[in-house]
Nanobody
């Protein structure tokens, strides 16, 4: 089965940049026709889609986070990453990576990111 696992720092300070990595096993991030997504969840906003990198390497971003988000991938390591800049406490959330594209979605367990001074 496809498994995804997020990793990265759990505590960052305001104005800093965070990089999160999603390691994928049991499936290729280049497999047609999936998208590989970053989503976050907070009590105030619920689930919020951040963006995705598609099987062909193209990317899509939420308009709300477009200016601060960058998603990339490393096909040799079969992972993809999120870089989010200029963090504020409003970015505090559980960050998930997920494969989406058919009726069998796969999600990681999520990783808590707290932005605090």
């Amino acid at each position: 089965q496809v498994q995804l696992q997020e990793s990265g720092p759990g505590l960052v300070k305001p104005s800093q940049t965070i990089s999160l990595t999603c390691d994928v096993s049991g499936g290729s991030i280049t497999a047609h026709y999936y998208s590989w997504n970053w989503i976050r969840q907070s009590p105030g906003k619920g689930l919020e889609w951040i963006g995705a990198i598609n099987y062909d390497g193209s990317t899509d971003y939420s308009t709300a986070l477009l200016s601060r988000s960058s998603i990339s991938r490393d096909t040799s390591k079969n992972n993809f990453a999120l870089q989010l800049t200029s963090l504020t406490p409003e970015d505090t959330a559980v960050y998930y990576c997920a494969r989406i594209g058919d009726s069998m979605e796969s999600w990681g367990q999520g990783t808590q990111v707290t932005v605090s001074s």
